[in-house]
């Protein structure tokens, strides 16, 4: 069983070469929700002997955005952003009878992630009663928040100063999830950053280009962490 885990990520947008981290949540808690409605198909032309989903789908789309809590400083932190939605087919004499909205949320824990998926689930109960439209909801995509211990964190600053490495302790975790989540779930351990450069591309873009001057930096910064392990 390892005695402590540390992970790290480029991050664009940073001065080049500094080493940024911070106690407690680094990252965000994150998961995608599949929302799928089930009406019933009708003709175009009588629409109403079926149960089209698209205003319901519509009303929850929109309605997401009462449960946000878009500023990352506040313990409340919410970000719902539809990635895709689908509706029926293009039959133009055919009145819809399924779809799907596909979500992806983002907190600052757990905990808030358990109470956000429960606000939205009593959305779609409100939504749906009476409209003929059944749901069904999934999630995946799914990153624990990345919790950093304090004595890891202190290590990871320690080692920038022993490398003299410029640091930055950041107030706020990242908004984007990462999988070491899991490692830092069940072990003590932290996760920090390395600057990619003020001017590179964000991650994820199409013009994004890794920054191989960090290489060396990093892997030097890991070797004091593990010297600091040993000593």
Same mark, same amino acid.
């Given at each position: 069983?390892? #005695?402590?885990?540390? !992970?790290? =990520? ?9 080493? $940024? ?11 995608? *929700? ?9 003709? %175009? %032309?009588?629409?109403?002997?079926? =149960? #089209?989903? !698209? ?22 932190? %919410? ?16 009145? !819809? ?12 824990? @757990?905990?808030? *992630? ?6 939205? =689930? ?6 749906? @009663?009476?409209?003929? $439209? ?8 799914? &990153? ?6 304090? #004595?890891? &964190? ?10 003299? &490495? ?16 899991? &490692? ?5 351990? @932290? ?14 873009? !199409?013009?994004?280009?890794? #920054? ?20």
């Amino acid at each position: 069983m390892p #005695n402590r885990v540390f !992970a790290l =990520h480029n991050l664009p947008g940073f001065p080049e070469g500094t080493i $940024i981290c911070k106690p407690g949540p680094f990252t965000a808690s994150v998961q995608s *929700m599949i929302v799928s409605f089930t009406g019933r198909v009708a003709h %175009a %032309a009588e629409p109403e002997q079926g =149960h #089209n989903p !698209a205003y319901v789908m519509s009303a929850f789309i929109t309605q997401t955005r009462t449960l946000q809590q878009t500023d990352i400083q506040h313990d409340t932190f %919410a970000l719902i952003t539809p990635v895709y939605s689908t509706l029926g087919e293009k039959s133009y004499g055919v009145s !819809a009878g399924y779809g799907e909205v596909h979500l992806t949320l983002r907190t600052k824990s @757990a905990r808030r *992630m358990d109470e956000l998926t429960g606000q939205l =689930h009593s959305l779609l109960n409100q939504l749906t @009663a009476d409209s003929g $439209i059944s749901v069904e909801t999934r999630y995946t995509d799914a &990153f624990a928040a990345n919790e950093n211990a304090p #004595n890891a &964190f202190a290590q990871v600053r320690q080692c920038a100063q022993m490398l003299d &490495f410029p640091f930055q302790e950041l107030r706020e975790p990242l908004r984007w999830g990462e999988d070491f989540g899991l &490692f830092t779930q069940r072990f003590p351990g @932290a996760m920090f950053g390395i600057g990619a450069g003020e001017d590179s591309p964000a991650l994820h873009q !199409a013009d994004y280009d890794f #920054n191989d001057r960090l290489i060396e930096p990093a892997a030097r910064m890991f070797r004091v962490l593990i010297d600091l392990e040993h000593t």
